[in-house]
């Protein structure tokens, strides 16, 4: 059974930081490239940052600068560290998994981020 668990989200204010957290288990994991993404209310999930099987990187034009993916393949896990926090950076964080080579791809169930100003 496939599963990708978030965790790492909670309250913070306008400026500080959280580090975000995606364990992935019943994959082969270094086979995944590796994405977060966020829904605020009222709005589309959008990619925040992503993560090639390869370790190559990608960030939303909002995130960049502010956000670091990283990942560990020993560890399944794939992390997101958010620094500069901005009120607009509230939503829930999902991770997603996307198989390198096939159109196979998981979502983990979210975690809460709120950033109060």
């Known amino acids: 059974q496939v599963q990708l668990v978030e965790s790492g989200g909670g309250l913070v204010q306008t400026g500080g930081s959280l580090r975000l957290s995606c364990v992935a288990s019943g994959i082969t994991f270094r086979f995944y490239a590796m994405g977060w ?8 999930r959008e990619l925040v ?16 600068g ?3 993916i990283s990942r560990d393949n020993a560890k399944n896990t794939v992390y997101l560290q958010m620094n500069s926090l901005k009120p607009e950076d509230t939503a829930d964080y999902y991770c997603k ?3 390198r080579s096939w159109t196979i791809n998981y979502w983990g169930k979210g975690t809460l981020v709120t950033v109060s100003s």
Do not use: C, E, L, M
């Not at 993404?37 to 589309?44: D, E, I, L, N």
């Not at 940052?49 to 960049?64: H, L, P, Q, R």
């Open 37 to 44: 993404y966020r829904q605020a209310p009222g709005k589309q």
């Open 66 to 68: 502010r956000f670091t």
């Open 97 to 99: 998994a996307d198989h």
């Open 49 to 64: 940052a992503g993560i090639t099987s390869d370790g190559i990187t990608n960030y939303a034009d909002s995130v960049k």
